[in-house]
């Protein structure tokens, strides 16, 4: 019987997409070409969500690779990208629906610690039992030790803790624990369907 909901952040609870801040920030296609490169796939996204590098501590470090003229909206991109988040069509709805039903509800993010400033715009953390965000263990998704350190913390059994996660890989490592788990496609009607939630 599941009496737990783990639920991924990015892409299952808020829209994380690079292309939105480098539209809104960046003039040329080329330019973003650039920043995605150095920013949004560069080792220092990883660093910050393992919370070993500050936001001004990124922008040195990537401003040392990409041309000066680019400064000011590789500035506003490292800064500012997490404006353009807004919630997953249905994904209020859904956690509102399944905390009501009286499901315990938890966060497992890989996110730097600049997820306390945008997730509170859009969701009550209180209403969440638990928050794990990895910037603040040091460790990310999928190593077994952040679940582990969730199921632990919050005593939760794993037979009984559904995580909802929109990448594979990150439901697999959940299930060798022993969570269930759905890999979420947009869909949050057929969870609650497949689930009877």
Known sequence: MIRNIIFDMGNVLLNYDPRLPLEKYVQTETDRAVI?????QGPEWIEGDLGYITVEEKYQRIKARIPERLHGELK??????????????GAQEFVKHVQEKGYHTYILSNASDEFYLYFPR?????SFRGVVVSADLHMVKPDAAIYRYLLETYGLIPDESLFIDDLPENIEAAQK?????????????????????
């Open 36 to 40: 995605l490169k150095e920013l949004f």
């Open 76 to 89: 506003d991109c490292v800064c500012r990208w997490h404006e353009t988040m807004e919630p997953v069509a």
């Open 122 to 126: 859009c969701y009550d953390m209180k």
């Open 177 to 197: 624990l022993g969570i269930r788990g759905a890999v979420f496609d947009g869909d949050f009607d057929g969870i609650r369907k497949k689930y009877c939630l």
